[in-house]
Nanobody, 129 residues
Framework: DVQLVESGGGSVQPGGSLRLSCVASSDVFINSCMTWFRQAPGKEREGVAAIYTGPGNTYYADSVKGRFSMSQDRAKNTVYLQMENLESGDTALYYC???????????????????????WGQGTQVTVS
């Protein structure tokens, strides 16, 4: 099985920045997609950023567009989430997720849907206050 390990969370003031990292235990990057999700207490899990690992195309939820940027380093089996101009509403546990090899790559309309993903990390907490 694939293991995903997130890091980089912390506490920042509004307007601050953080960079999250997610390292995969094996190469899930071949012709696949990976996504960052977040979940705040009492709220549903929300997909915030995704990347098609082949071409490197990225997609973002409207709530973070223009503030968050996702990237990858395939040599390190790592994806990143650079978060700028953080707001209190960004406070959540952030997870990265990957697909199993048998999955078809979802269209961009579904790429932020949690049902498309099979492997999840433990999460890293981001607190903005």
């Amino acid at each position: 099985d694939v293991q995903l390990v997130e890091s980089g969370g912390g506490s920042v003031q509004p307007g601050g920045s953080l960079r999250l990292s997610c390292v995969a235990s094996s190469d899930v990057f071949i012709n696949s997609c990976m996504t960052w999700f977040r979940q705040a207490p009492g709220k549903e899990r929300e997909g915030v950023a995704a990347i098609y690992t082949g071409p490197g195309n990225t997609y973002y939820a409207d709530s973070v567009k223009g503030r968050f940027s996702m990237s990858q380093d395939r040599a390190k089996n790592t994806v990143y989430l650079q978060m700028e101009n953080l707001e209190s509403g960004d406070t959540a546990l952030y997870y990265c997720a990957a697909q199993a090899a048998f999955r078809a790559i979802p269209p961009k309309t579904d790429i932020l849907d949690a049902l498309e993903y099979d492997y999840w990390g433990q999460g890293t907490q981001v607190t903005v206050s």
